[in-house]
């Protein structure tokens, strides 16, 4: 509802800037404009004048997004800083090993469904292009798994072939680890990977945040990489009871693993957007304010001008009766 009288009022406050007549036209209307002072100081006054209350309502508008976004980061906040412990043990039991060279990588790219949030999105954006071109190869298969709108408006104009998956509309309503941990099983199920490198923006504050990388290997991955010595090496000093195989509990470790990291994922992504939100609408009602003020001394001194120009006539029609 904001988001549309922001862009209903910027079209208003554009109007008397864009004109359907050529330049010819408009500069004659100026000239013939110019030949009558009083019809042109009214009309100049009454522009200056619809740009202010298009600025005014702008920014009331910005101010507005601005305590929705505060009260949304406050509601959001406290879920991913308590989420963070879901992920935190299975780094610990099997690593997170960015540099892993594998045959089939999946990125899965987190962004917002909806924009005015800064360069958020564009971050994660950058990010999984530059993954995707560094596990490309000629005997490699990399795909995107998008959720969100804005990054599949980005990645789907030059990437639409390595697009595996696409989810939106996330944010709509809250999100619960249950729904997060139904998404990853879906992803799974839709996707054959080696590696999964999950892209998105770690909160940090309000005015800062950090792209972030978290990559969750497949079972047959991890097993060789713990056979081989490797980062992994420590797994097989655990021992496994019950009547399980080791490949069936590294599969079920994989998909916990998954479901956890991208439901922290998910909610530090939401935190970041709605901190860039805060950060876009302060720096746009201050702009506005700017604006604002620039208009008023505008609009000041063109009424000024056309007291004195008023007087000036009067003055002058009098002296010449006089004389």
């Known amino acids: 509802m904001a988001m549309a009288a922001l862009r209903r009022e910027g ?169 997060v941990s139904v998404l990853a099983d879906d992803i799974l199920k839709n996707v054959e990977y080696d590696a999964l490198r999950i892209v998105f923006n770690k909160f940090h504050s309000v005015v800062s945040f950090i792209p972030t990388m978290s990559t969750v290997l497949s079972p047959e991955v991890v097993e060789k990489e713990a056979e081989s010595g490797g980062k992994l090496g420590e797994l097989d000093s655990y021992e496994i009871e019950g009547g399980e195989t080791k490949g069936e509990i590294l599969q079920n470790l994989a998909e916990f693993q998954f479901s956890c990291v991208l439901f922290n994922a998910i909610l530090e992504n939401a935190c970041s957007e709605q901190g860039a939100r805060m950060s876009a609408m302060d720096s746009s009602s201050r702009n506005a304010g700017e604006m604002l003020d620039r208009l008023t001394l505008t609009y000041n001194r063109t009424r000024q001008a056309s007291i004195t120009t008023e007087l000036i006539e009067i003055i002058s029609g009098a002296s010449a009766l006089e004389g």
């Not at 208003?12 to 019809?39: C, D, H, K, V």
């Not at 209350?53 to 509601?75: E, G, P």
């Not at 959720?147 to 996330?170: M, N, P, V, W, Y």
Request: glycine share 6%; proline share 4%.
């Open 11 to 179: 079209r208003r406050f554009a109007a008397p800037l864009i004109s359907s007549q050529p330049m010819t036209a408009i500069r004659s209307s100026l000239i013939a404009e110019e030949q009558t002072p009083l019809g042109l100081r009214s009309i100049s006054t009454q522009v200056v004048r619809n740009r202010m209350k298009s600025v005014k309502n702008i920014q009331k508008i910005t101010k507005a997004m601005k305590m929705v976004a505060a009260s949304k980061l406050r509601a959001i906040q406290t879920g991913a800083e308590n989420s963070r412990g879901l992920w935190q043990p299975f780094t610990a039991l099997l690593g997170d090993v960015p540099s892993v060279d594998v045959k089939k990588n999946v990125i899965v790219t987190i962004s917002s469904d909806k924009g005015l949030c800064g360069g958020i999105n564009s971050t994660s954006v950058k990010i999984s292009k530059a993954i995707h071109k560094l596990t490309a190869g000629p005997e490699k298969e990399t795909k995107y798994v998008i959720l969100g709108e804005k990054a599949k408006a980005q990645l789907i104009r030059d990437s639409r072939k390595d697009i595996e998956l696409s989810i939106t509309e996330l944010q709509k309503n809250p999100l619960n680890y249950t729904q």
